[in-house]
């Protein structure tokens, strides 16, 4: 492959406003977090930027787009309406990819379809494209030389817990889909919602069975990992049994209209990946608002594993 693959990434949009809260759907959870909408949370997420994020990114013409999660708030049904709308936006479903975030799985109590059935389209495999195919994790789009993994880390979890957890299917599945997909030569980029290292989330936030995650990777291989949940832009290396190195890539959220703590404003990556002499090259983009409100490149570098 000597072509240039255009991947986007984008994560964290939370799109509001919260739509469908009815009585039927509350319960502790949803009314800490409903609270904190509220207070804070409105402000920063501005579906306009959101908006503004995609314009731009499909402005660059890209292959595909993978969105790594959190689309909702309070994992309402009528939320999922709102995700499926921004999706479409985005293109078709085999133009796009997308894993569900720990807001999209909120809680159990649904009271109507989950966020698995409403964007089914956007998460079903490669081999099993079919409007009543069941969705199940993880999934393999293979577009060209790339092949798209996508991992489900959402649980429904306590108040004030947002960890995550892959559990030993998906992870036994992982292993073989990676090993499988390296044979017959594809790029294998895995997404994902939680950051998919041990100590890279606090204990609250932190996907459970990380380590385990981690070592799938490393033994089995992956030339590329794009996660969301932190807010912020994080790149880490995990090495490879064979001594290489895996790029593990996080990005902020893609509706935030100003910085808010420690999360930057809103930001996207635009990857630019190919092989050559039996290698393969990504180059990220980070693109987002600027100092002026502007979407513009905020930075741009090759992903090299640093030398020990």
């Not at 959870?29 to 920063?44: D, I, P």
């Not at 959190?70 to 796009?96: I, M, Q």
């Not at 996660?227 to 190195?245: C, E, F, P, T, V």
Request: one cysteine or more; aromatic letters at 6%; hydrophobic letters at 40%.
């Amino acid at each position: 492959m000597t072509e240039t693959f255009t991947l986007v990434h984008l994560s964290d949009a939370h799109l509001g406003p919260i739509a469908g809260f009815r009585l039927g759907n509350l319960n502790i959870k949803r009314a800490f977090g409903f609270l904190n909408w509220q207070r804070h949370r409105r402000f920063v997420h501005v579906p306009s930027v959101a908006e503004r994020l995609a314009a731009d990114a499909l402005a660059h013409a890209p292959d595909h787009i993978a969105v790594t999660g959190d689309l909702a708030n309070l994992g309402l049904p009528g939320e999922f309406v709102t995700g499926l709308g921004w999706l479409k936006s985005l293109g078709e479903p085999h133009r796009v990819s997308v894993v569900p975030g720990n807001h999209d799985i909120y809680t159990g109590q649904l009271g109507g379809p989950s966020c698995l059935e409403t964007w089914a389209p956007y998460m079903r495999g490669s081999e099993s494209w079919t409007e009543t195919s069941p969705v199940h994790f993880p999934y393999e789009r293979t577009v060209g030389q790339v092949a798209l993994i996508g991992l489900n880390s959402s649980i429904p979890t306590p108040p004030g817990v947002a960890g995550g957890r892959v559990g030993p299917m998906q992870l036994a599945a992982l292993a073989r889909s990676l090993e499988r997909l390296g044979e017959a030569g594809y790029i294998r980029v895995v997404l994902i919602h939680h950051p998919p290292l041990p100590g890279q989330a606090t204990a609250r936030r932190a996907l459970e069975d990380a380590a385990a995650l981690a070592d799938v990777l490393a033994r089995h291989g992956a030339e590329l990992v794009l996660h969301g949940h932190n807010h912020k832009q994080s790149l880490a290396w995990l090495k490879r049994g064979d001594g290489g190195g895996i790029p593990v890539l996080g990005v902020a959220s893609a509706s935030a209209a100003f910085g808010y703590k420690a999360e930057p404003p809103a930001r996207y990556h635009l990857l630019r990946i190919r092989r050559a002499d039996g290698e393969v090259f990504i180059n990220c983009e980070v693109r987002g608002l600027d100092g002026e409100g502007h979407v513009a490149r905020i930075a741009r570098d090759d992903l090299v594993m640093p030398s020990p």
